[in-house]
């Protein structure tokens, strides 16, 4: 579970890398505005994704060392 909260750490770090990197682009001529805005908008989505999944990865994570825990503590 652990590796899966970290590879989605790292997706989310690659695709705020890349929405930092859109701007420039579009600013240089490299996108058009269009290109720019449709990216961006593709960008954002999956951060939101990825931001949703790493929350429940975390909660998840967090109910299995509740868990962890309690057991311990009925020991």
């Known amino acids: 579970m652990l590796k ?4 989605q750490q790292a997706e989310r770090e690659k695709c705020r890398r890349m929405m930092l990197e859109l701007y420039p682009d579009w600013k240089n001529g490299i996108l058009s ?3 720019y805005l449709t990216l961006k908008a593709d ?3 999956k951060l939101q994704a990825l ?3 790493i929350e429940k990865l975390r909660n998840t994570a ?3 060392a509740d868990g962890f825990e309690q ?3 009925f020991l």
């Not at 899966?4 to 590879?7: G, H, R």
């Open 4 to 7: 899966a909260l970290e590879q």
């Open 33 to 35: 505005q269009e290109e």
């Open 43 to 45: 960008l954002n989505e």
């Open 51 to 53: 931001d949703a999944s």
């Open 62 to 64: 967090g109910q299995y």
């Open 71 to 73: 057991e311990n503590a």
